[in-house]
């Protein structure tokens, strides 16, 4: 049976790293809210009060009788079955670790444009968003770099994955953390991956494995857009 | 051997999450922090070049050679270790769905006072500070505290528990969080505590669980303080 993947038509957002893991693995599964009537599905799930272990907020992954939300729990329970996790144990606790991290990253990306809050338009906290870009371009997108850039070279099997010697489901969205942040911060992220070699070779290499690259050029690959977590304002990238 | 916890002293911060759990099940552990020469026990760890994998922050914990970041996922490991999770593998996902969606409201609890950088001083982001705290009073809380009481009331074994008939970790969670905010803002949770009877309910069991009270009452349980996650500012209490 086909996974069923529910998350917000129209913009990437943490769907985007659930979707890059079943692409990667050629997973049969649909992408529920972008067909006729899907938004009714999403909601039923969401806000049904019938539901018994109910999401918070999407994206969540229907596998049979399974209900998960959470990007990272998600992936979590995709992993071994889209063979994008170790076997051990303790390495897949690692990988998850690298995800959760991850996930910061993106929640820091998301609140430069909504330091706020999220029940605003930009236009509503840009001033408030430029004093944020500024820390975040500053401190927070080298610090995070830093990091999956120590991590890569201290891989024992390898600095061309970020867990053992094959793609996980890390490396994908740590392609995607990438891919964002150098849509959104074109200017920062130039002179901050010349500091991330090892992080911009992966993320080059994950663009061209066969599946992603089809993927990538697919129209299930929504454009970045002003709507989603990475969003390219000009003012905000200094 | 006694697990090793690594969190900043002098703050509850996210390390509280663990200690509790590690408090519950009457675990024996050392806070290595709070210890003479533990910062440098820290500082080892989080930034030594040798280490194969490195958190990104604290806390962390050791437990023999395995080295674990992030909060979530160190509950995770602890869960069945400390007989606080569920056997069953989709209820243990649960249980880490719901942490993760508490350890998201933690953040935002945070970033009420610091939304501008965690690298300024609250009184450098003050007027900011209002504008978030105004927001996350009227919309977040009230969504958040929603969300848990709806669980615990469609829990199939009882509401007084988050998942299935006994404590896990995400009780223990829970009540910190809201004991927080209770700190932080006890004007408005007195308020809205009154819509979430069930998660209020749940929250003085915990304190009144033997090892809990213990805990609370002894001076490994730092107090709550302008330093850490949850602070009070009565102006942001509105």
Chains 1, 2 share one sequence.
Do not use: C
């Not at 659930?18 to 938004?39: C, H």
């Not at 906290?125 to 997108?141: G, M, Y």
């Not at 953390?177 to 074109?186: K, M, N, Q, T, V």
């Amino acid at each position: 049976m086909a996974y069923e993947l529910y998350y917000w038509p129209g913009i990437q957002g943490r769907g985007e790293f659930v979707r890059l893991a079943l692409e990667e693995a050629g997973a049969d599964y649909v992408d529920v809210a972008r067909k006729p009537k899907g938004m009714d599905s999403l909601m039923e799930l969401l806000e049904g009060e019938q539901i018994a272990r109910p999401p918070f907020a999407p994206p969540f992954l229907k596998d049979g009788d399974a209900l998960i939300g959470q990007t990272a729990a998600i992936l979590f329970y995709l992993g071994p079955r889209l063979r994008l996790a170790p076997r051990d144990e303790a390495a897949r606790l690692w990988v998850h670790q690298i995800q959760l991290t991850i996930a910061d990253a993106v929640a820091e990306a998301h609140d430069v444009h909504h330091p706020i809050s999220g029940g605003l338009y930009y236009e509503d906290q840009k001033p408030e968003a430029l004093r944020v870009a500024n820390a975040f371009r500053e401190e927070r997108i080298p610090k995070f770099l830093a990091w999956f850039e120590a991590i890569l070279a201290r891989n024992p099997k390898g600095d061309r994955h970020l867990v053992g010697a094959r793609t996980t489901y890390a490396d994908l969205s740590l392609f995607q953390l990438i891919d964002g942040l150098a849509y959104a911060f074109p200017r920062s992220m130039k002179t901050a991956l010349k500091k991330a070699p090892l992080a911009a070779a992966l993320h080059a290499a994950v663009a061209e494995r066969p599946r992603i690259r089809a993927y990538l050029a697919s129209d299930r690959r929504i454009p970045f857009n002003e709507s989603g977590i990475f969003r390219h304002y000009p003012e905000l990238d200094g």
